[in-house]
């Protein structure tokens, strides 16, 4: 039987085949749409091991929460950490930015959060060339690239009362006059123990848990400051609990606001990198007196 064509019969075909093209059009733009999202990563250097174990992990356990509610909501890019342990060693975490910047995918380092540790990092840091948000206080920022996230030598002075030249701040032993202590727990409490006049007025690292078992009680006779931030979400201290068991120290609050702040700054950068200035736009937490 002959095929019969009406007048309507071309058109159908070429309706029909222009449907086809339009729904294999859409199918394709809707495979583009939900293809994996970009992952970016973001460095992190702390003590993993030895005495300030404890505060590796509260600030470890600070950056993941966040990162994991960032990754669970709808915000992009979706983020993975890197964490190295320095050992609170400054000669080691010297050695650790070099090894982050290897990963081109890196696109922002958190820490160190030790006094100590940060100042030995802060050049091979700033070598990088990748944006840094410091957790621990410094005597100031060799970098554009650097933001002294934990305050800076002045900052504590001002927030402690101490006269500028009076007092100096020291990171490094020997302390051979009284000084604000803002370097390594070991050093705070060895020279608190036999010499608690050397020790005028400390930084953050009062509050460490390795400082309390050597010397029970310094942070509640010894004056210290630490950052604040003040802007944390109501339920911070209650989600860190559950997933600690704890509640959040200084640092680990520190920690969590930083990385935030470290979030949002690639999430609102091309690329997902933070320029200086884009870097060197956000507020800083105020260093507070904590123990006067």
């Known amino acids: ?116 540790t940060a100042a030995a990092a802060q050049a091979p840091l700033a070598r990088t060339g990748i944006p840094t948000i410091l957790l621990a206080p410094v005597k100031g920022a060799v970098s554009v690239t650097i933001l002294p996230y934990a305050g800076i030598e002045q900052d504590y002075r001002r927030a402690l009362q101490l006269p500028a030249g009076e007092v100096p701040a020291a990171w490094e032993p020997p302390v051979t006059q009284p000084v604000l202590w803002l370097g390594d727990p070991l050093t705070l409490a060895e020279v608190y123990a036999t010499q608690p006049e050397m020790i005028v007025a400390a930084g953050p690292v009062a509050e460490e848990e390795a400082v309390q078992s050597w010397v029970p009680g310094l942070s509640r006779h010894l004056p210290w400051a630490a950052p604040v931030p003040g802007r944390l979400p109501q339920d911070f201290p209650t989600a860190y609990q559950a997933l600690t068991g704890k509640a959040p120290s200084h640092a680990a609050s520190l920690a969590y606001a930083a990385t935030d702040l470290a979030l949002n700054l690639m999430a609102s950068s091309p690329d997902y990198r933070p320029d200086a200035s884009h870097l060197h736009s956000a507020p800083l937490p105020p260093v507070t007196i904590i123990h006067q």
């Open 1 to 116: 039987m002959r095929e019969r064509v009406g007048r309507n019969g071309p058109w159908l075909r070429g309706g029909a085949l222009l449907a086809i093209l339009l729904i294999w059009g859409l199918l394709l733009a809707g495979c583009q749409n939900v293809r994996s999202p970009q992952v970016v990563k973001i460095g992190l250097i702390a003590p993993f091991e030895g005495p300030s174990r404890p505060l590796g992990y509260d600030v470890l356990n600070a950056v993941k929460l966040r990162i994991n509610q960032w990754n669970e909501s709808d915000a992009q890019p979706k983020i993975e950490l890197v964490a190295l342990n320095d050992d609170s060693d400054p000669a080691l975490a010297a050695l650790l930015p070099a090894q982050l910047a290897q990963d081109p995918d890196i696109r922002l380092i958190l820490g160190p959060p030790q006094g100590r």
